[in-house]
């Protein structure tokens, strides 16, 4: 047969690049062609064009044997990755001849059999965008269209999704299109490529039907690239992600993962749907720790825990009543019990003459940073040497002694630090706070009031001590006592919706003659307490809070915490805040675009929301003639929205360079606060130079606000190349009151809990964030907006608001009984392991510890044994271990 005429063009192409003598003549240079074929593909391609030839014979038994040919020819031919299969090749040119041909073909199955392979050729035929290999797929017989190999369906899938759109637009029917992705799915689920699968259904927006395809071998793999998938998508398509992924992980019991799901989602009945799913008591008791962990507050009742004894049992964990044990178990261990003193964390021997030569001198200012030091870094060991001193008989107590080298307000800070320092350990700290109730100084019951607030964070009492106690202060005279009551409320409350406390602290909001300040801090604890709630109620009582407030009031730093305590119960609430944000606009003009900004940054909150990232960097953007203050939240909320996953966070960073180069004197002062919420807990180095570079900036707010993100970034992480920043800067400014004040209280972040406790609000494998440690970040990190206000000012106490979000960074493993259980675990930097093939290591890097072990940011633990299996998939806080019935130790 002569070479067909369109063969120089349709598949000369590639070989004209590669032959460089200019082709005069078509003819010779296919010629030319031919000769560089081998013995079999000249072969190959001369059979290749007897069946074109024969398949347009009229006699259908010819045609018929061709097509067949044809088919096998495709079919069995092997190619690598990278080149394009020799039948497919070689038919190239064919391809307008044998299309041409279908058309005039009468109706038979000869004609689907056609149609078959003009929808493989369409593979590397077609012209972009034509979906003519969908179309001759669609028009072919009804087959197995794995055989045909991965590349053709994958291409098909690419094929359906533009078809999908463009089918929804005209709004003709899909249910040809349905068929072909039921097929599509099965195949893609069969050979271990459920990405591709997930990837098609949402294009064709049908994700249920992933639940029947899903089997015990693919579930995992298909879940993890769902949860994954859902932080890059627009909502409400997230949520319903999600939902398909809570699904099938109940379809097949993998409640633990459900659990995590059901949390992120927010959703009660999830949570309570689990419980009464799983029969065995000792997984309903890990997810009992789950729960803990995660800061919620859920009363078991009859359906999820039928019996009364497992019942109390398990409300005990989900109550948190187990932390403070567990703590010191992971502190005996890693052996820190020994109480440590201010001047051990300061190590002023290590500094040169002049600097302690100057810290001598027994200022009431150097004490109240001391008490700071001293709560944090010995926070929960339930001893130290300022406060918890054994007294004698004859002095009356020398934790008296330290209380009273405070001054005023000071006095409030050193009694509450006992708070601190028996942290979670409700009964004996109730104990040893009573004495303070005692006293005839107003500030120090103040102080005994938050210190029992702080005992109780994060632990649920049936009989509500924190409660009894506090309630009747919060109506006294002392503004004081006061404040100390409706924060110590807030702190051992968050998260509850607690009814009672709720009428309590609207009327106080409501009452014209209270004044500013603990009007301020009852909106806070209220935003704390109702966090993350919508409701309706605490918002009109805060709102109506904020109209009666005065023209001179609206100026008052401490009155920009009214609209915080609004947000917070919006926290990371997305569309429920627009009503109120709609009520905002009506606000006085001094503190409208404050508090729309604030609204918005909380109701955006850990959602990882690009647009309104956008937002917030145009409102930054804007210069004023004089500074704004709304900017300040708008620069903090970049930080709030994008600090939900990595890749968002590394941007966020690099905007948040762009911001201190052409930003505003009051942005500047916020951009270190917001690096500082990036990385808690996380000292990445490229921050921690631009904050060490930021802490000897001329303007001292800026300096300041770096120094207190220095501690931050390294609370609880020991970490020693920031205590060295520190040290030296503590030098740096010794002459400077204020400045070395906020050292001191960085210093004691840094070592916080002697290293063994973290405030990343984040935990569970960075996926989930708990509303009440992110509401105690953000609540310091306002505070800190107007540094020499607040925090220097007289109400550095806000600096106990972090209490909320300190947790342990341990794994603590525990056996049946709840007893700890000593096992070798492997501990390495976290991989993400999404949509890679075969079953790729989770760590990497790793060392083996026996536990309880402590967990770094971005480090993840998986068990060295086969001896017990976890009961939780992710390795973090408590987890159960269970024997293993398999287990047979090698002799």
């Given at each position: ?187 893609h689920m069969k050979h271990n490529a459920e990405p591709e699968a997930v990837d098609l259904l949402m294009e064709v927006e049908d994700l249920d039907l992933l639940v029947e395809h899903v089997d015990a071998t693919n579930f995992k793999r298909t879940c993890l690239y769902l949860t994954s998938a859902a932080k890059y998508l627009p909502g409400p398509d997230d949520m319903l992600v999600l939902d398909i992924a809570y699904m099938i992980y109940l379809k097949f019991e993998e409640f633990p993962n459900a659990l995590q799901i059901a949390l ?191 005992v109780n964070c994060g632990i649920r009492n049936d009989c509500d001590p924190a409660l009894a106690l506090l309630s009747e202060y919060v109506g006294r005279e002392d503004a004081c006592i006061r404040i100390g009551a409706i924060m110590g409320l807030g702190i051992s409350y968050a998260g509850t919706q607690n009814d009672q406390i709720r009428h309590k602290l609207s009327t106080i909001l409501n009452d014209a003659k209270s004044p500013l300040d603990v009007i301020a801090f009852s909106a806070i604890s209220l935003g704390l307490i109702y966090v993350g709630s919508c409701n309706e109620e605490v918002a009109q009582a805060i709102i109506f809070a904020l109209m009666d407030r005065s023209e001179s009031e609206l100026g008052e730093p401490l009155t920009r915490l009214i609209p915080l305590g609004l947000g917070l119960l ?322």
């Amino acid at each position: 047969m002569a070479p067909d005429p369109n063969s120089a063009s349709g598949s000369g192409t590639k070989d004209e690049a590669s032959v460089k003598v200019p082709a005069k003549d078509p003819k010779k240079k296919d010629d030319k062609k031919d000769e560089d074929l081998s013995e079999e593909d000249l072969a190959l391609k001369q059979q290749l064009e007897l069946y074109v030839e024969r398949v347009q014979d009229p006699d259908p038994g010819l045609q018929k044997v061709a097509l067949e040919s044809m088919r096998t020819e495709i079919r069995t031919s092997t190619s690598s990755m990278t080149s394009v299969p020799k039948p497919l090749k070689f038919l190239r040119p064919h391809y307008g001849t044998l299309k041409a041909y279908y058309e005039t073909m009468p109706d038979s199955d000869l004609k689907k059999y056609m149609a078959d392979i003009l929808s493989v050729l369409a593979l590397t035929m077609s012209a972009e965008g034509e979906r003519e290999s969908l179309k001759y797929r669609l028009l072919g017989s009804e087959g197995d269209i794995g055989s045909w190999g991965h590349e053709y369906v994958r291409n098909l899938a690419g094929e359906i999704a533009q078809e999908y759109a463009k089918r929804q637009t005209d709004e003709a029917s899909i249910d040809d299109l349905m068929e072909l992705v039921q097929e599509i799915v099965a195949f893609h689920m069969k050979h271990n490529a459920e990405p591709e699968a997930v990837d098609l259904l949402m294009e064709v927006e049908d994700l249920d039907l992933l639940v029947e395809h899903v089997d015990a071998t693919n579930f995992k793999r298909t879940c993890l690239y769902l949860t994954s998938a859902a932080k890059y998508l627009p909502g409400p398509d997230d949520m319903l992600v999600l939902d398909i992924a809570y699904m099938i992980y109940l379809k097949f019991e993998e409640f633990p993962n459900a659990l995590q799901i059901a949390l992120f989602l927010d959703n009660m009945q999830y949570v309570k749907q689990i419980f009464t799913s799983c029969d065995d008591l000792l997984r309903k008791k890990q997810f009992c720790y789950i729960l803990a962990r995660h800061g919620i507050t859920l009363e078991l009742d009859d359906d999820m825990v039928p019996d009364d004894d497992d019942r109390y049992a398990l409300q005990d964990i989900v109550n948190n009543v187990k932390l403070s044990e567990g703590y010191l178990t992971l502190a005996r261990d890693i052996e820190v019990m020994e109480p440590k003193s201010p001047e051990d964390i300061y190590k002023a021997h290590l500094l040169d003459g002049r600097a302690s030569a100057g810290a001598s001198v027994d200022s009431a200012r150097q004490n109240l940073a001391a008490t700071f030091v001293n709560a944090f870094v010995n926070a929960g060991f339930g001893q130290d040497k300022l406060m918890t001193v054994p007294s004698d008989a004859s002095s009356g107590g020398s934790s008296g002694n330290w209380l009273f080298k405070n001054k005023e307000h000071g006095k409030m800070s050193a009694a509450a630090s006992l708070g601190m320092i028996l942290l979670w350990d409700v009964d004996s700290g109730l104990a040893q706070i009573d004495k303070y109730f005692h006293s005839t100084d107003n500030h120090v019951i103040a102080g005994a009031l938050l210190g029992v607030g702080i005992v109780n964070c994060g632990i649920r009492n049936d009989c509500d001590p924190a409660l009894a106690l506090l309630s009747e202060y919060v109506g006294r005279e002392d503004a004081c006592i006061r404040i100390g009551a409706i924060m110590g409320l807030g702190i051992s409350y968050a998260g509850t919706q607690n009814d009672q406390i709720r009428h309590k602290l609207s009327t106080i909001l409501n009452d014209a003659k209270s004044p500013l300040d603990v009007i301020a801090f009852s909106a806070i604890s209220l935003g704390l307490i109702y966090v993350g709630s919508c409701n309706e109620e605490v918002a009109q009582a805060i709102i109506f809070a904020l109209m009666d407030r005065s023209e001179s009031e609206l100026g008052e730093p401490l009155t920009r915490l009214i609209p915080l305590g609004l947000g917070l119960l919006y926290l990371g609430k997305q569309e429920s805040v627009e009503a109120t944000a709609e009520v905002s606009k009506t606000f006085n003009e001094k503190i409208r675009k404050y508090c729309d900004m604030t609204l918005l940054s909380c109701a955006y909150a850990g959602t990882g929301n690009v647009l309104k990232v956008q937002n917030l960097l145009g409102h930054c953007a804007q210069h004023h003639e004089k500074g704004e203050a709304y900017q300040g939240p708008a620069v903090l909320g970049i930080a709030m929205v994008a600090m939900a996953e990595e890749l968002g966070l590394e941007m966020a960073i690099r905007s948040l360079e762009h911001l201190l180069q052409y930003g505003e004197q009051n942005i500047r002062r916020a951009v270190p606060l917001a690096l500082g919420l990036l990385c808690i807990s996380n000292p990445k180095v490229n921050v921690m130079d631009t904050l060490s570079r930021l802490s000897h900036d001329t303007d001292s707010e800026v300096a300041m606000a770096a120094v207190i993100s220095l501690g931050l970034i390294g609370s609880g992480t020991n970490n020693a190349r920031i205590a060295g920043m520190l040290r030296n800067l503590s030098s740096y400014y010794y002459k400077d009151a204020n400045l070395l004040f906020c050292v001191r209280i960085a210093q004691g972040l840094v070592h916080m809990g002697k290293g063994l406790l973290t405030l990343n609000p984040y935990h569970s494998d960075r996926f989930l964030l708990s509303p009440t440690a992110l509401a105690g970040i953000v609540t310091t990190l306002f505070a800190c907006l107007d540094m020499k206000a607040v925090i220097v000012g007289k109400y550095h106490y806000v600096l106990y608001f972090l209490v909320l979000a300190m947790q342990p960074r341990m794994l603590l493993t525990v056996d049946e009984n709840l007893k700890p259980l000593s096992v070798p675990v492997r501990v390495g930097q976290a991989v993400d392991v999404v949509g890679q093939a075969g079953r790729p290591k989770t760590i990497t890097g790793f060392q083996t510890h026996s536990t309880p072990v402590l967990l770094a940011a971005g480090d993840r633990a998986e068990l060295a044994t086969e001896k017990y299996i976890p009961l939780s998939p992710i390795l973090e806080g408590f987890v159960i271990l269970k024997e293993n019935s398999d287990y047979r130790e090698d002799h």
